[in-house]
């Protein structure tokens, strides 16, 4: 018989090994990010940022599975809120990922919605608040890409509640949630994004559980966050801080969000994400290895 446990499946993405870009001289090559992640312990991976891994589908597949790895999600940036305008350039960066992430076997693809402000510099790029009409465009717009991209690759959309967005706060997070279909739009719940913006985990999964569709397990330093916030930085400045922090040191407790994840009993992606852009390289390794032994003591 299969337990609620067992239907929880963790992994680590390449973001735990300081990875936000294709290409970028201070990250780690990929085939290091593969041999260390399933030396970690890891048997789920995400593509990361398109073009980081082979986007040829039988190599990545020839990389992959001599690691024993799988892939659970492809990742797309999209800014739904501006509308219809937006669309077709939209659909250009989502049809390459979802193609490969159909080919991998996966079945969801992480939407994460576009900054207000720029995540390096802190320049503010538009409102931090939407309109009404902005708001329904997002919601709009993500029904159409969730419906696009569930006809043509068979894919689930999970929309990620990030940092810098305006799908943030408990608030907006639930604004959104009400505002969309639930048989179309369900959540990818970022822990260390949704405690960053003020939001409790294991109140949503509790409030809204048949919305979530996905996990990303991280933590915030609430010390350094308390900075952050003091100070307004933006999310990129903040992550270089380190307000992303090792498990189990900072917030929210993730053993009570698996327990309440475990109760859902769905089948449920948990990929652990650490942020920690940029890092030196041989900081990743020994974390991700701490990190599969600490979740496996929460019971997963």
Same mark, same amino acid.
């Given at each position: 018989?299969?337990?609620?446990?067992?239907?929880?499946?963790?992994?680590?993405?390449?973001?735990?090994?300081?990875?936000?870009?294709?290409?970028?001289?201070?990250?780690?090559?990929?085939?290091?990010?593969?041999?260390?992640?399933?030396?970690? $312990?890891?048997?789920?991976?995400?593509? $990361?940022?398109?073009?980081?891994?082979?986007?040829?589908?039988? +190599?990545?597949?020839?990389?992959?599975?001599?690691?024993? /790895?799988?892939?659970?999600? $492809?990742?797309?940036?999209?800014?739904?809120?501006?509308?219809?305008?937006?669309?077709?350039?939209?659909?250009?960066?989502v049809a390459d990922v979802a193609e490969l992430t159909r080919a991998t076997g996966a079945g969801h693809l992480v939407v994460i919605p576009a900054f207000w402000r720029d995540d390096k510099t802190g320049e503010v790029l538009e409102s931090s608040t939407l309109t009404?009409?902005?708001?329904?465009?997002?919601? #709009?717009?993500?029904?159409?890409?969730?419906?696009? &991209?569930?006809?043509?690759?068979?894919? +689930?959309?999970?929309?990620?509640?990030?940092?810098?967005?305006?799908?943030?706060?408990?608030?907006?997070?639930? +604004?959104?949630?009400?505002?969309?279909?639930?048989?179309?739009?369900?959540?990818?719940?970022?822990?260390?994004?949704?405690?960053?913006? $003020? #939001?409790?985990?294991?109140?949503?999964?509790?409030?809204?559980?048949?919305?979530?569709?996905?996990?990303?397990?991280?933590?915030?330093?609430?010390?350094?966050?308390?900075?952050?916030?003091?100070?307004? /930085?933006?999310?990129?400045?903040?992550?270089?801080?380190?307000?992303?922090?090792?498990?189990?040191?900072? &917030?929210?407790?993730?053993?009570?969000?698996?327990?309440?994840?475990?109760?859902?009993? &769905?089948?449920?992606?948990?990929?652990?994400?650490?942020?920690?852009?940029?890092?030196?390289?041989?900081?990743?390794?020994?974390?991700?290895?701490?990190?599969?032994?600490?979740?496996?003591?929460?019971?997963?």
């Amino acid at each position: 018989m299969t337990t609620a446990k067992t239907r929880i499946r963790i992994g680590s993405a390449p973001d735990s090994w300081g990875v936000w870009f294709p290409d970028d001289p201070r990250q780690v090559p990929w085939t290091r990010f593969l041999d260390e992640v399933a030396g970690a $312990g890891y048997g789920w991976i995400e593509l $990361g940022p398109y073009g980081y891994l082979p986007t040829d589908p039988a +190599r990545l597949a020839d990389e992959t599975a001599r690691r024993n /790895l799988r892939v659970s999600a $492809g990742t797309v940036f999209t800014g739904l809120h501006h509308g219809p305008a937006v669309w077709d350039t939209t659909w250009e960066h989502v049809a390459d990922v979802a193609e490969l992430t159909r080919a991998t076997g996966a079945g969801h693809l992480v939407v994460i919605p576009a900054f207000w402000r720029d995540d390096k510099t802190g320049e503010v790029l538009e409102s931090s608040t939407l309109t009404a009409a902005q708001w329904r465009d997002l919601a #709009g717009q993500t029904e159409r890409l969730a419906r696009e &991209v569930r006809e043509r690759y068979g894919l +689930r959309i999970v929309v990620h509640p990030h940092a810098d967005t305006h799908i943030d706060s408990e608030e907006n997070v639930a +604004r959104f949630l009400d505002a969309t279909d639930p048989d179309l739009v369900n959540l990818c719940l970022d822990t260390g994004h949704y405690a960053y913006c $003020g #939001g409790d985990s294991v109140k949503l999964i509790e409030t809204y559980g048949e919305r979530i569709g996905y996990l990303h397990l991280k933590q915030v330093d609430p010390d350094v966050l308390a900075q952050v916030h003091a100070e307004e /930085l933006p999310f990129g400045p903040a992550v270089a801080r380190g307000v992303m922090c090792e498990p189990p040191a900072g &917030v929210p407790a993730l053993e009570p969000v698996l327990a309440a994840a475990q109760a859902l009993d &769905v089948d449920l992606f948990a990929i652990v994400e650490q942020d920690m852009y940029p890092c030196d390289p041989d900081r990743p390794l020994p974390i991700a290895t701490r990190t599969r032994a600490f979740l496996r003591s929460c019971g997963a």
